[in-house]
């Protein structure tokens, strides 16, 4: 998904590019992507139109909706575009773009505390968000900026302040390269910027040269990878697909580790009060996967895999990786990253 990207030189950098859209090669694909286009040409009030007559068939498309929000965000009509990703972060809220997007024109207008609520947002729905931790990080640094300021104002002969605010008004004039979209992350997602390319296999571990050593009585050899524990993750990996995709929330919640570490550090029933209110939203889910690899390293394993997600509204896929370790002889998730 396309998002406008902001940093510590300026809060919004022009628009970089349109969205490849994750779908087959429909009518409804190319639909989107001919209008893409044209705003990607610079042709807004006619991609605007046809946007419109698109909805007009398919009101609750995600893909659609969040396209004629970059519309509009284009075409100067910020009111207009804070409405509709805002309609997008109440109806799909596990998606992380829109409010990334709604935090750049937060940015703009120099409403810097909702900009920051809404990359916060971004993050806790979407840890991995890299794009929405820089934004964050440019939001931090205008708002001490400012508190810098007023601190001189207060105080003009406050030295530390002075340095302070030297330091960050550097920064931001030397960290000034231009905006660009990146690759959007997530479980369920309407549109990318970039095919996702497949997750990396596992590097393999190096390899040192043995020394040299008297014989000793033989001892114990270290637990080993074995082709048991190895079905094993795959079966935990299976379970919590299935769980999720049923909306089994008891199920899908015991297939978390009571150490996981949670999305932006939040309490784990904050973090399960909000993955069940997504899941077990109105409407059918299936979550499937393919190309699942697994390394294993004592009591730890990791699962890499192409996740699959379908609603009645949109479909995606994305590379996902669990990061597992057992506790009391069962494989369980202790941390989860999608994206690459």
Same mark, same amino acid.
């Given at each position: ?40 040409? #610079? ?37 207009? %575009?804070? %409405?509709?990703?805002?309609?997008? +972060? ?39 968000? %890299? ?5 964050? #990080? ?8 400012? =508190? ?44 990318? +910027? ?39 993750? %795959? ?15 008891? =199920? ?49 394993? +990791? ?12 479909? +995606? ?21 999608? #994206?690459?």
């Amino acid at each position: 998904m396309t998002q406008i990207r902001f940093n510590a030189t300026h809060l919004l950098a022009s628009f970089v590019s349109i969205v490849a859209l994750v779908l087959a090669p429909t009518a409804h694909a190319e639909g989107l992507q001919d209008i893409s286009k044209l705003v990607k040409q #610079g042709q807004h009030a006619r991609a605007l139109e046809q946007v419109d007559k698109f909805l007009a068939t398919k009101p609750k498309d995600a893909q659609g909706r969040f396209l004629k929000g970059i519309v509009l965000t284009e075409m100067n009509k910020p009111s207009e %575009a804070i %409405a509709v990703f805002t309609k997008l +972060t109440e109806d799909y809220p596990e998606l992380p773009e829109p409010y990334n997007n709604l935090a750049v024109i937060y940015a703009q207008q120099k409403q810097y505390d909702k900009a920051q609520q809404a990359l916060e947002m971004a993050i806790r729905t979407h840890p991995s968000y %890299a794009t929405a931790h820089e934004n964050l #990080g440019d939001i931090y640094a205008r708002l001490a900026s400012q =508190a810098y300021d007023k601190a001189l104002q207060l105080d003009s002969s406050n030295s530390s302040a002075q340095n302070k605010l030297a330091l960050i008004r550097d920064l931001m004039s030397t960290s000034g390269r231009p905006g660009k979209a990146t690759k959007p992350i997530g479980n369920a997602r309407p549109v990318e +910027t970039v095919k996702i390319a497949e997750a990396p296999k596992a590097a393999a571990a190096p390899i040192a040269a043995e020394p040299a050593k008297v014989v000793e009585a033989p001892k114990p050899a270290p637990a080993q990878a074995s082709g048991d524990d190895k079905a094993e993750v %795959a079966e935990a990996v299976k379970r919590w697909a299935a769980a999720w995709s049923s909306k089994d929330m008891k =199920a899908y919640l015991e297939a978390y580790a009571s150490d996981f570490k949670t999305p932006g550090g939040e309490s784990r029933s904050a973090w399960s009060a909000g993955r069940k209110k997504r899941i077990v939203k109105p409407g059918s889910i299936d979550v499937s996967y393919d190309n699942l690899r697994i390394t294993i390293n004592g009591d730890t394993a +990791t699962a890499s895999f192409r996740q699959h997600y379908k609603s009645s509204n949109f479909k +995606t896929s994305g590379n996902k990786v669990l990061q597992m370790g057992k506790r009391d002889g069962k494989w369980m998730i202790v941390q989860e990253r999608v #994206g690459n």
